[in-house]
């Protein structure tokens, strides 16, 4: 099926540090959403963007729907050691098939 | 609002045996979207159901189904389970939004162990 990749695949940083990860796929998305899941739970909306070019913010988070429509990228400005996880893109569009694809995720580490 | 709820949150099987997930959606949420999450394969997209019909499948045997009921309440079933089958089944409800967008809320998952 249809992938989107992701990268980094992992980061080990300093406490403080800012984080810059992407997601990019060879098909054009309607929607893009960030998501943060800790082991054992499910993943939580970190960001939703609709429209190609749009930037936004929740917080130290930040994050754009690229002007493609083909990737996104999410900043995590002044890490802190709760920021660890794993973090996922996703991509949606209106087809009946493969209509949601994730991305492998990026694991973060913050070292205090 | 209550978030989406997933009942049980573990489950332990055994091959062949067949097994039923619950999820209740957001309150307001017409759509749920079940996903199969594994280390190797990561998040995938098992199907979405609207309006008490599926709306989208992914590429999944047919062991694999389920169903929405009137109250937008979906259940999974997953029969004759095999060994690979183990892994975090997860629910999302959505919410349109303004322009047709759509944004996906995810459940806490069931963690089924197939032994």
């Known amino acids: 099926g249809q992938q989107l990749n992701q990268s980094p695949q992992s980061m080990f940083i300093q406490e403080g540090e800012d984080v810059s990860m992407n997601c990019t796929s060879s098909?054009?998305?309607?929607?893009w959403l960030w998501y943060k899941q800790d082991p054992g739970e499910g993943p939580v909306l970190l960001i939703a963007l609709y429209k190609a070019g749009e930037l936004t913010s929740n917080g130290r988070l930040t994050a754009q729907f690229g002007i493609t429509r083909k990737d996104s990228f999410l900043n995590i400005s002044a890490s802190i050691p709760s920021d660890v996880g794993i973090y996922f893109c996703?991509?949606?569009?209106?087809?009946?098939?493969?209509?949601?694809?994730f991305g492998p995720g990026t694991s973060l580490s913050v070292i205090p | 609002k209550a978030g989406v709820t997933q009942t049980p949150r573990y489950l332990i099987k055994t091959r062949g045996q067949q097994v039923t997930l619950s999820c209740s959606p957001i309150?307001?949420?017409?759509?749920v979207s079940w996903y199969q999450q594994t280390p190797g394969q990561g998040l995938q997209f098992l199907f979405e159901y609207f309006s008490e019909t599926q709306r989208n499948k992914g590429n999944f045997p047919g062991r694999f189904s389920g169903r929405q009921f009137s109250n937008s309440r979906s259940e999974m079933n997953v029969s004759t389970l095999e060994l690979g089958d183990s892994a975090l089944y997860l629910c999302?409800?959505?919410?349109?939004?303004?322009?047709?967008?759509?944004?996906?809320?995810f459940g806490p998952g069931t963690r089924l162990l197939v032994l």
């Open positions: 098909s054009i998305f309607n929607t």
């Open positions: 309150s307001g949420h017409r759509s």
């Open positions: 996703a991509g949606l569009r209106k087809t009946s098939y493969d209509k949601v694809i």
């Open positions: 999302a409800s959505s919410l349109v939004v303004a322009g047709g967008s759509e944004t996906q809320y």
